[in-house]
């Protein structure tokens, strides 16, 4: 009925030519297998297309710089780096000495042919780096200079972020230059991968420390609940990280129980906002938006949806993101102080409601399930909150393509946005969305005024010693327009089983954690 | 024959068939007084009482958000026969209509009719209605409006039948004879004919669509929050499965008993109420694919 | 007789296209846009609208709407559906994936309901009247009024959270197999048992069964060598019917217990509006029902002769 026989044969084919890729005597001698949960396929790991999942590109693939977990920036494939005092090249010393795993060298040549796959092409106009470039040249045999129409004072930080910046080996690209074999210069390299699990073996030429232990299972386990299950039965070593396996805080709390199991949680680099339509009538008003603000409960949130693993915050980005601003004190929830707002704007409430001028206030909230996992719940207990005050919220849950439908147009009161996290933020959440006249795509934007473009795009324009001050004039002026409503910052979690004697957190959750590792008890 | 009191309660139903009506007539009052005999206000939070066992102020506890499982339970009644009802109704309406006015003025238009109905009839209800979901997107009324497309070609098949049986009777040629105009025959003479048929065979029905909006919103495509609705509470409680089982187990009783109680009026009305006639339809319903080519079924079934 | 098998076939593949082209106008019909959809998996978050456009135009989706079917059904019966929207695979992939996945769930679950109809369905005929043939009949009024989410989250409750017996997801083993089956097997299984007794009763008070107890027979032998066989066609025709239905079970079956069936492909393309996917299962769906069906028709065509007379007159 279904001809399966032919995508069955390539995908068979694909196996057999990626193990014929690297020499026989990569295979070292027996000593380990760590096995990391996964939500879903890895896939090809195509540097080029939006479909792999981000977590497992960094085992194989590297950056000229990697991002380190306090925000600083920490050489990789470059040993070195020059920003030109006018901010419009970047030199990279490149590292010596460095192979792919099929054994092609590493130099300015393979680095070039690398960032112009991507650098200036249309698809990737929205890495503000590939959008400004001029042209790329090569100083010497390990030695680049990219070359910028205009400074990208995020540059640097956006040659950390997953795809496109890493780099492939030459030899891995058919005749149209489409990736055919995922080989990089990382610790790891791809042995077999299929729609259960992704097979890896230590790289033995790999530049930096190399792993512990010589085998990496990546297990696909879609299920929440059976990931916990398959650690506790010691089936998987280390599951969890919001791109790699989700652990729900619910969970992580009942595993703590377990004397098996270690719960590690950490600071996120990501926030949960309630984002206020710029278009909508209904929270136009900045005394309403502060009401709203006031009505909620952020530490009940915190406790029970996110079983405490999470920080309640009244910032746009968690206090770990570089040039995030200023800690600002969370206002604790005051139903007073919010009624004192809408009525001191003229709003009258009767009957459990808010009106004003014949208008009776009701907040549309839109949300989809599917594009924020939990967020049905998280609307219903916001619901109940604002009700304490009067608000009504009409709760509108609906699909992934409807919720991208509606984003970009503004068809909706409130929605739930999350900032990208590290490594690419604060510039990546605050250029695309936002800026009011950038077309963001499907994702909308989190707010938008003409007032707050200039100062938002001086701020990203802006390089070296006073680009805090100026990020700062940005997080204020949201903060005095009560443009956006910062909800909780959820942690990061991961838990590990026995078999781990030592885990390091990976730099962020886009990460697999592999480095630092070590098994055995 | 055993003369346990457990037999003695079947006899005494299979005496007196209408005591089958009693359970479902409780919950339609139910879900008439609810607003009036709910303990709490079922959607209103209280997080100094977040899953609580019962106790004296609250009957079967509390969930996650502190809100009263009881009233909860007691207000999803009425969510679930609400909707029930809307979708049997529009159903009925749109089936009687299609289905009669096929059979009635027969000929190409009767031939389109019955094959559209027909090639609704080879999905399942659910799988139907689901794809409509797909294209309109979810929500309450997607879910109402999804439904009834997915029903109505069950009660337009019928209709058509009974149309055509009644069509043949010699008292129509009489009527006819007489000079009583198309309309007046239909009105007066086929219409009540269906609808006491259809009206039986939907009763039966009643409790299939009970699960299918409890489906629905099991699967995240129903009713929105803060809305008590049996489905969406336990999917909601899935995920404390673990330490607070109640959750989970309370909707999913309640859920069961209204279908039960819908499901015991429908066998009943299918083994002894309804005609003979109407039981062998039943029957002969699954074979839906021969009757694409067998129209003839219809007029024999009809003859038994 | 095989004249009349052909027949059946030739109306059974005409269901299928004309089922499958309303299915596809409904689906073609929708809001939404899926040109944008691949635009966005293509260039990542910001994807122009020239993209959009220019896609929209490879996949010819400004077609007029019968052109766009006969090419994707021409497409589909040479084994090309598409890709899905959500996860860019292809949708022949997914499939020879899932099918195997959903088949196991299906057959295991078939061969439970027909061991429960038949084994419930004679043990309340051969106790017929007394109290195990009212529990019996209790238990399947409650089998089929039980919403399978609900038997699936209590067998969870009862053997992985309580007993610890089984494996509550996933695993792969044949033990994980075991509460799957039996949810999606409830319902259908509790249906067809009363199928078994109604009609083993009603054949039970025809003359035949009389002259057997007169031969001295009892009554479960009468029941299993007379009356089992002669209520084989309604029985059968029940059965697909229910078979077909329990591809509504795996729906939720497969999304409860995280199987990555059909089923669960089928719900994911609709939470996600991955219209492409809805339609290939739509397909696979339709094809499924009616082959089904047909199979059932054409055994009971074998066994009973009165349906070959019956439909040649």
């Known amino acids: 009925m279904i001809n399966t026989n032919r995508r069955v044969f390539i995908g068979g084919t694909t196996a057999l030519s990626l193990a014929a890729l690297f020499p026989r005597g990569l295979i070292a001698a027996e000593n380990g297998k760590l096995t990391i949960a996964i939500s879903q396929e890895t896939g090809d790991l195509d540097l080029l297309q939006n479909v792999s999942s981000l977590s497992a590109y960094s085992v194989v693939f590297d950056a000229l710089i990697h991002y380190a977990s306090d925000g600083s920036l920490v050489p990789a494939l470059a040993e070195s780096w020059t920003e030109a005092s006018d901010g419009k090249s970047i030199s990279f010393k490149l590292r010596k000495g460095v192979t792919f795993s099929d054994g092609e060298p590493f130099n300015g040549e393979t680095a070039v042919w690398n960032l112009k796959r991507w650098m200036g092409q249309p698809d990737f106009s929205w890495i503000g780096i ?243 996992p939990g967020s049905r719940r998280l609307a219903e207990m916001i619901q109940g909150q604002l009700a304490e005050t009067g608000i009504k919220v009409a709760i509108s849950s609906v699909d992934n393509a409807t919720i991208h439908d509606r984003r970009p147009s503004f068809e909706y009161d409130m929605t739930f946005m999350v900032t990208y996290g590290a490594p690419y933020d604060p510039h990546g959440t605050l250029a695309n969305l936002f800026l009011s006249d950038v077309d963001s795509g499907p994702d909308g934007k989190i707010y938008a005024h003409t007032d707050l473009d200039p100062i938002l795009r001086t701020a990203l324009e802006t390089g070296g010693a006073a680009r805090d001050a100026k990020m700062q004039e940005v997080y204020d002026w949201l903060d005095n327009n009560a443009a956006v409503c910062p909800i909780v910052a959820p942690q990061r979690l991961w838990a590990y089983s026995s078999n781990v004697s030592k885990f390091v957190l990976s730099a962020t959750d886009y990460d697999m954690p592999t480095n630092g590792v070590k098994l055995g008890s | 024959m055993d003369k346990s009191t457990f037999n003695k309660t079947f006899n005494a139903a299979a005496k007196w068939p209408w005591l089958v009506l009693t359970p479902v007539l409780v919950f339609i009052a139910i879900a008439i007084f609810s607003p009036w005999i709910t303990p709490y206000d079922p959607v209103v939070q209280d997080y100094s009482v977040t ?31 609400f909707a029930m009802s809307i979708v049997l109704i529009a159903a009925l309406f749109i089936g009687v209509i299609i289905g009669s006015f096929a059979g009635y003025v027969g000929g190409k238009i009767e031939l389109v009719l019955i094959s559209i109905i027909d090639i609704v009839l080879s999905l ?161 319903r699954k074979k839906r694919q021969r009757q694409l080519e067998e129209d003839i079924i219809l007029d024999g079934k009809v003859d038994q | 007789m095989s004249k009349l098998i052909l027949r059946r076939i030739i109306l059974a593949i005409g269901l299928i296209i004309v089922a499958s082209a309303l299915t596809f106008s409904i689906i073609a019909a929708a809001p939404g846009n899926v040109a944008a959809l691949i635009a966005e998996r293509k260039a990542g978050p910001s994807a122009s609208a020239e993209l959009v456009q220019q896609i929209a135009e490879e996949l010819g989706l400004n077609d007029p709407l019968p052109m766009r079917y006969g090419r994707w059904f021409s497409d589909a019966i040479r084994g090309d559906l598409g890709d899905s929207l959500r996860t860019g695979k292809s949708i022949d992939q997914e499939f020879s994936e899932r099918i195997p996945i959903t088949a196991i769930l299906l057959g295991g679950g078939g061969i439970i309901a027909f061991v429960m109809s038949l084994g419930i369905g004679l043990l309340g005929a051969v106790s017929n009247g007394r109290t195990v043939d009212h529990l019996l009949r209790a238990f399947a009024l409650i089998g089929a009024s039980t919403p399978n989410f609900f038997v699936a989250a209590l067998l969870v409750i009862v053997f992985s959270v309580s007993l610890g017996w089984l494996p509550a997801f996933g695993g792969g083993s044949f033990v994980s197999w075991i509460m799957p089956c039996v949810t999606i097997a409830l319902f259908p299984g509790s249906v067809l048992s009363r199928v078994v007794r109604v009609n083993l009763q009603e054949i039970m008070s025809r003359p035949f069964a009389t002259t057997g107890f007169a031969k001295g027979y009892s009554r479960s032998s009468v029941l299993i060598y007379e009356a089992l066989p002669n209520i084989a066609v309604p029985y059968l025709t029940t059965f697909g019917a229910q078979f077909t239905l329990m591809i509504i079970g795996s729906i939720v079956v497969e999304t409860v217990f995280a199987l990555n069936g059909i089923g669960a492909f089928f719900i994911e393309a609709i939470r996600f509006r991955d219209f492409i996917s809805m339609q290939a299962t739509l397909l696979l769906f339709i094809v499924f029902f009616v082959f089904v069906n047909l199979f059932v028709d054409i055994v009971c065509l074998f066994i009973d002769p009165r349906i070959r007379r019956e439909t040649h007159g």
């Open chain 1, 130 to 372: 590939s959008d400004a470039m001029k042209n790329i040249t090569i100083d010497g045999t390990h030695e680049i200079t990219i070359h910028l129409k205009q400074p990208v004072p995020a540059g640097l930080l956006e040659m950390t972020i997953v795809r496109p910046v890493r780099f492939l080996s030459p030899k891995a690209v058919d005749a149209s230059g489409k990736q055919i074999a995922p080989i990089g210069t990382g610790p790891w390299v791809v042995t077999s991968y299929d729609n259960t699990k992704t097979s890896l073996v230590r790289n033995e030429n790999y530049w930096g420390e190399k792993p512990d232990f010589n085998e990496l299972e990546l297990k696909v386990v879609p299920d929440e609940l059976a990931r916990s299950n398959g650690l506790r039965s010691g089936d998987l070593d280390v599951i969890g990280g919001e791109w790699v396996a989700p652990l729900s805080p619910r969970r992580a709390r009942s595993m703590q129980k377990n004397d098996d199991v270690t719960v590690i949680s950490a600071p996120g680099t990501a926030s949960i906002l309630l984002a206020f339509s710029p278009k909508s009538s209904m929270v136009s008003e900045q005394a309403v938006r502060e009401a709203i603000s006031l009505s909620l409960d952020r530490n009940a949130i915190v406790k029970i949806l996110f079983e405490g693993f999470a920080d309640a915050t009244a910032n746009v980005f968690p206090g770990n993101i570089p040039a995030g601003g200023k800690t600002r004190t969370v206002t604790p929830r005051d139903v007073n102080a919010a009624k004192g707002k809408m009525s001191s704007a003229g709003w009258s409430e009767s009957g459990g409601s808010w009106s004003k001028g014949g208008k009776t206030l009701e907040i549309e909230l839109l949300v989809s399930e599917e594009s924020l």
């Open chain 2, 124 to 284: 399942p209800s659910l799988i139907f209605a689901l794809a409509i979901i797909g294209v309109i997107g979810p929500g309450y009324w997607s879910m109402i409006m999804a439904l009834t497309m997915a029903w109505w070609a069950n009660y337009a098949r019928m209709s058509r039948a009974v149309v055509i049986s009644e069509l043949h009777q010699p008292y129509i040629e009489a009527a006819r004879v007489m000079g009583s105009g198309h309309l007046h025959i239909f009105f007066r003479h086929i219409l009540p004919h269906v609808l006491s048929l259809v009206i039986v065979y939907a009763s039966a029905d009643a409790g299939a669509l009970v699960l299918a909006i409890a489906t629905l919103s099991f699967l995240g495509l129903g009713v929105e929050p803060p809305t008590p609705e049996w489905g969406q509470m336990l999917v909601d409680g899935m995920s404390y499965l673990e330490e607070y089982p109640r959750l989970v187990i309370l909707p999913g009783i309640a859920l069961t008993l209204v279908v039960v109680s819908f499901n015991l009026l429908g066998e009943q009305f299918a083994l002894q109420k309804v005609p003979r006639a109407l039981r062998g339809y039943k029957l002969k």
């Open chain 2, 51 to 81: 899953l609580e066992g019962p106790s004296a102020a609250h009957w079967l506890g509390t969930d996650y958000l502190g809100r009263d499982m009881l009233s909860r339970l007691i207000s999803g009644v009425r969510v679930s026969l």
